[in-house]
């Protein structure tokens, strides 16, 4: 492919750092798939964290809201601590274009592993239960293909598809699914992300000791997960340890010691190389 | 049977009688040797010993005649069985389809000796009149012209009104032989050479239905649509591919009549009539009113894998069974609207093939159980809403189907776990909030029986965190047992 001729860039060293990243980051996104509304989707405010740690490792400073992003337990028993941190990413996105509606299909073993959906909890979590699609089926293939029907009808906000695995050419089908529809399927997985996948982002989580909550110290307060970013597209891998607000929905660091509350976000900036980097 | 299956020999069915096995329907061949349904077998055998019988299947032979009028649903979409022996077919606004009445009367005729059965087909203005001439008049004057009820059918004898026997014994003693005879009578004297009103009542009411004074409806074997397509195909279809072009033909077709009266369709049946004398039925539901073909088309396709189509389709019919108003407004949406109504076309094409049940919606329901507290509700209604942030305590957001029972060690009477065993793992708690008494819902349910619990948000030492309960107090313990801890949810 020609690359195109380098503009001449401007005498500020930041800026022609910043100008130079967004290029390599076009360059990146173009190699992937060829999109011809691709300008349309950078308009699209990004979905990201709310935590600097978090955004800067991610392109775009955020999750791409045109992919596939998988997540799984680090160990069999976080499978509900990945589901609910994808229920936390799911509150988070942006409605656009009037979409509303959240299509989560289940398969009947991962409804018997850690559950079916609970509408209040999901109130809780965030996300009105109204806006949830449920389907329900009984074979991973199933789910899969639910999945890319909705991804590829472009009516839906997002996008969950909880299933035992799915290997490379599912992924991807989910993928091209997804950038046809402009919009984000999210996959729970149980096989500990062990094939290969073309995901945009594979995560491991695993549950960490939470916060007692704050007005009585023996109960249990907000959830604190171990996060890695174990593959990205256009980003690096990274690990960090957040803690998530019930109360506001905002994702925060956790704090060092296991009792402290998490640290404000905005009174601390920190560093971008913060956390421990591993090759995915 | 097939014609060329049928036996050139004698044969006959039987049937168990009061007196032994009888005749109940005999061949051509053994008509000819003089044997006629209702003998007794003893004396068929003994008038033609050579006689081959088989067992009579009257349930089958239902089964068939109401398969045949689903296949006769190639002509018009109101057809159903009638009697043991009798299809009755409704053709109001079809025979143009087939060239005129005479073309189609010998199309029936012609396909079902297609299929090996011989069959009269009788057409007149009244389904009486029609039953008459079918069975009664002689091959020329089987079709009663338009108005010309009373003409076709007076010379017929009075057993073509479907009176029962003592009623036309009666008659034939009375000198009445014919139909036009009786119909020229007076009423009231005739009536009353009957012994019972009902008798008398019953012959005047088949006479009037026959002359078309009274009316008579006939109930199909499914409703008839609204709206209805047809293609016949002088070379039937074989390959998916041409049952898929013809779909689309069919919906073009169908489209522009929906247009045309402002209507959405809710519910589709395809009908493909083989050649062989079945018939495939596929049916497809929206989740709104709906006209737009490539929408319609998509919610068949994956059921057109499923088609066999045996020695071939040749005509294949499509019904909008339910139809609904739908506004030319409703069609051209933006943002919000367009996103909904890419929703609902979702929610079709995966109720097509995953089927009614998979696809659902969440609603609150105002009770108190935690696994009553919502309800699935199939899409396509609007749900009601969620309460804004409820004030009962943090719910967790996956339920078990059913509560999973744990080994647990806690502190009597009401103290949180300290130590449980789930699912062959030990967990040692480290925070726990509770409880939260949920009690039975006596006033739904009639178990009594049924024990009180006690719920606790648990959190492990790994960070796991758990919605366990009690059921029953220890306090009971002597009552009713030592109560039983669960599993119920899970937290993230």
């Known amino acids: 492919m020609p690359l195109p001729r380098p503009e001449p860039v401007s005498g500020e060293p930041a800026a022609d750092l910043a100008d130079l990243r967004r290029r390599i980051a076009a360059l990146e996104r173009r190699a992937v798939a060829f999109d011809p509304g691709q300008a349309e989707r950078q308009a699209v405010a990004p979905w990201g964290f709310g935590l600097p740690v978090l955004d800067g490792a991610l392109p775009e400073g955020g999750l791409a809201s045109d992919a596939v992003h998988e997540a799984a337990g680090a160990e069999h028993g976080d499978g509900p601590a990945a589901a609910a941190f994808l229920a936390a990413v799911l509150a988070r996105l942006e409605r656009r274009d009037g979409r509303e509606?959240?299509?989560?299909?289940?398969?009947?073993?991962?409804?018997?592993?850690?559950?079916?959906?609970?509408?209040?909890?999901?109130?809780?979590?965030?996300?009105?239960?109204?806006?949830?699609?449920?389907?329900?089926?009984?074979?991973?293939?199933?789910?899969?293909?639910?999945?890319?029907?909705?991804?590829?009808?472009?009516?839906?906000?997002?996008?969950?598809?909880?299933?035992?695995?799915?290997?490379?050419?599912?992924?991807?089908?989910?993928?091209?699914?997804?950038?046809?529809?402009?919009?984000?399927?999210?996959?729970?997985?149980?096989?500990?992300?062990?094939?290969?996948?073309?995901?945009?982002?594979?995560?491991?989580?695993?549950?960490?000791?939470?916060?007692?909550d704050p007005f009585d110290a023996r109960a249990p307060g907000n959830p604190r997960w171990a996060l890695e970013l174990v593959r990205c597209r256009g980003g690096r891998p990274m690990t960090c340890k957040v803690e998530w607000n019930r109360e506001t929905g905002a994702f925060g660091l956790a704090a060092a010691l296991a009792d402290r509350p998490a640290a404000p976000v905005a009174a601390r900036p920190w560093p971008h190389d913060a956390g421990a980097r591993k090759a995915g | 049977?097939?014609?060329?299956?049928?036996?050139?020999?004698?044969?006959?069915?039987?049937?168990?009688?009061?007196?032994?096995?009888?005749?109940?329907?005999?061949?051509?061949?053994?008509?000819?040797?003089?044997?006629?349904?209702?003998?007794?077998?003893?004396?068929?055998?003994?008038?033609?010993?050579?006689?081959?019988?088989?067992?009579?299947?009257?349930?089958?032979?239902?089964?068939?005649?109401?398969?045949?009028?689903?296949?006769?649903?190639?002509?018009?979409?109101?057809?159903?069985?009638?009697?043991?022996?009798?299809?009755?077919?409704?053709?109001?606004?079809?025979?143009?389809?087939?060239?005129?009445?005479?073309?189609?009367?010998?199309?029936?005729?012609?396909?079902l000796a297609g299929l090996g059965l011989e069959a009269r087909a009788g057409l007149a203005d009244t389904p009486g009149a029609a039953w008459a001439l079918a069975r009664f008049a002689p091959a020329r004057a089987r079709i009663a012209a338009p108005g010309e009820t009373r003409a076709a059918i007076e010379d017929l004898p009075v057993?073509?009104?479907?009176?029962?026997?003592?009623?036309?014994l009666l008659l034939r003693r009375l000198g009445l032989v014919t139909i036009g005879a009786l119909a020229d009578l007076p009423r009231v004297p005739l009536a009353r050479r009957f012994p019972s009103k009902a008798q008398g009542e019953a012959l005047m009411q088949r006479l009037d239905q026959a002359l078309g004074r009274r009316d008579e409806p006939l109930s199909p074997l499914s409703p008839p649509p609204d709206y209805l397509r047809r293609l016949a195909f002088t070379e039937p279809l074989l390959l998916k591919d041409s049952v898929e072009a013809a779909l689309a033909d069919l919906l073009a077709g169908l489209v522009p009549l929906l247009e045309r009266d402002h209507r959405g369709v809710r519910r589709l049946v395809l009908w493909c009539f083989r050649v062989d004398g079945s018939h495939v039925r596929i049916a497809a539901a929206t989740a709104r009113a709906s006209r737009d073909a490539d929408h319609l088309a998509r919610l068949f396709a994956e059921k057109l894998d499923g088609i066999d189509a045996g020695f071939g389709?040749?005509?294949?019919?499509?019904?909008?069974a339910r139809v609904e108003p739908l506004a030319d407004d409703q069609l051209a949406l933006t943002g919000r609207g367009r996103a909904r109504d890419g929703v609902d076309r979702l929610v079709d094409r995966l109720l097509a093939?995953?089927?009614?049940?998979?696809?659902?919606?969440?609603?609150?329901?105002?009770?108190?159980?935690?696994?009553?507290?919502?309800?699935?509700?199939?899409?396509?209604?609007?749900v009601d809403p969620w309460p804004e942030r409820p004030d009962l305590p943090q719910r967790p957001f996956r339920l078990f189907e059913r509560p999973e029972a744990v080994e647990v060690m806690a502190e009597v009477p009401d103290g949180p776990p300290l130590v449980f065993t789930w699912r062959r793992v030990t967990r040692r708690v480290a925070r726990a909030a509770g409880p939260e008494r949920i009690a039975p819902e006596w006033w739904i349910g009639d178990d009594e029986d049924e024990p009180l619990r006690d719920y606790y948000r648990v959190e492990d030492t790994a960070g796991r965190r758990y919605w366990l309960y009690r059921a029953g107090l220890y306090q009971d313990t002597a009552a009713k047992g030592p109560p039983r801890w669960y599993v119920h949810g899970l937290y993230g």
């Open chain 2, 313 to 320: 389709i040749d005509v294949m019919a499509l019904h909008a």
């Open chain 2, 1 to 111: 049977m097939p014609a060329h299956a049928r036996p050139a020999e004698p044969f006959a069915l039987v049937a168990p009688g009061v007196h032994g096995l009888l005749l109940s329907a005999v061949n051509r061949e053994a008509q000819d040797e003089g044997l006629k349904p209702g003998m007794r077998l003893a004396d068929a055998r003994a008038a033609f010993p050579a006689l081959a019988v088989r067992e009579a299947e009257p349930e089958a032979d239902r089964q068939g005649l109401i398969r045949l009028a689903l296949w006769c649903g190639r002509f018009t979409p109101w057809s159903a069985p009638d009697g043991e022996d009798g299809l009755m077919l409704d053709i109001t606004g079809c025979a143009h389809l087939f060239g005129g009445e005479a073309a189609m009367v010998a199309e029936v005729e012609t396909r």
């Open chain 2, 353 to 382: 093939r995953l089927g009614a049940g998979a696809v659902a919606r969440l609603e609150p329901a105002e009770r108190h159980l935690p696994e009553a507290a919502e309800q699935a509700v199939p899409p396509g209604r609007p």
């Open chain 2, 159 to 168: 057993e073509a009104l479907r009176i029962t026997a003592e009623t036309s």
């Open chain 1, 101 to 212: 509606a959240v299509l989560i299909c289940q398969s009947r073993a991962a409804a018997g592993r850690f559950g079916r959906l609970h509408g209040p909890g999901w109130r809780a979590l965030g996300l009105d239960p109204a806006r949830i699609l449920h389907v329900a089926v009984r074979r991973d293939a199933d789910v899969l293909w639910a999945a890319e029907e909705g991804l590829r009808c472009g009516a839906l906000a997002a996008v969950l598809a909880d299933l035992d695995g799915a290997d490379f050419t599912a992924s991807r089908r989910l993928s091209l699914a997804a950038e046809e529809g402009q919009t984000p399927a999210l996959m729970l997985r149980d096989d500990r992300l062990g094939p290969a996948s073309a995901a945009a982002s594979r995560w491991r989580i695993a549950a960490l000791p939470g916060t007692p």
